[in-house]
């Protein structure tokens, strides 16, 4: 698991680093340090820990505010030695919020939580590896995937679209269920995103997706599954 430890006491740095060995850790002193990482280096964690009470311009909180801003699945705990900012940290969807001095077993806990979160994340998600870098995509973000050559464009809720290089029929299979389905050679789509469905076309969102004859009959069955899931 790879995480960001934030906190400008050496002291409990180092202690809650020696209670996570075997981690793949990065120790930052100050806020600036790790958001340029971020910025600059696309770093990205699996946890981030934060000291609230941090020197400099930008405390904790402010921190993690940013945090979210720079990727949005940030897992954040709070490490404090006040119970001050509870508040802060509920809205901020933090994880945890933990008071110090931390014990082992306090981080034992903590890394076990994540790590469940994480596994149940990856079995619904998309896996792709971008420079390197084995990246998800959780399957409530994604509206479709689109194919040309051997490169994936999976197109995102919140604008973005993501590519790599792969086979439709690969990906097809690492999402096989209820939740997407092969509508066009060239087209896979997020049933659950669809707004409708008229003639052989596909609507989602502002984008208008083909359906062709040879899926036609499948995919109409599943939309039709998903429009009544819930009806008695």
């Given at each position: 698991m790879?995480i960001a ?8 740095i ?19 340090s790790?958001?340029g ?7 990205r ?5 934060l000291?609230i ?29 006040s119970?001050?900012?509870y508040?802060?940290a509920y809205?901020?969807y933090?994880l945890?919020?933990l ?45 479709y ?6 490169i994936?464009s ?6 973005t ?24 050679q060239?087209?896979?789509?997020n ?5 409708r ?8 969102s ?14 109409k069955?599943?939309?039709q ?8």
């Amino acid at each position: 698991m790879k995480i960001a430890i934030c906190d400008d006491c050496r002291e409990d740095i180092l202690s809650i680093k020696n209670f996570l060995g075997g981690h793949d850790i990065k120790l930052y002193s100050d806020a600036d340090s790790l958001l340029g990482d971020m910025e600059d280096y696309h770093m990205r964690y699996d946890l981030y820990l934060l000291d609230i009470y941090l020197k400099g311009a930008i405390n904790g909180i402010e921190l993690a505010k940013k945090l979210r801003f720079l990727d949005e699945e940030a897992v954040i705990c709070f490490v404090s030695t006040s119970d001050d900012f509870y508040r802060e940290a509920y809205d901020l969807y933090a994880l945890q919020y933990l008071i110090k001095p931390v014990s082992r077993e306090d981080i034992k806990k903590l890394v076990d939580k994540v790590a469940g979160n994480l596994i149940q994340n990856k079995e619904q998600s998309i896996c792709i590896k971008r420079q390197g870098e084995i990246c998800t995509i959780p399957y409530g973000k994604v509206l479709y995937v689109s194919s040309r050559g051997h490169i994936l464009s999976v197109y995102c809720k919140d604008g973005t679209m993501e590519e790599f290089k792969g086979k439709l029929s690969d990906l097809e299979l690492q999402v096989r269920g209820d939740t997407f389905c092969r509508c066009h050679q060239s087209f896979l789509v997020n049933l659950y995103q669809v707004d409708r469905m008229s003639g052989n076309e596909l609507y989602i969102s502002d984008y208008r997706i083909p359906i062709s004859r040879r899926y036609y009959a499948e995919v109409k069955k599943h939309y039709q599954k998903i429009l009544f899931e819930g009806v008695e």
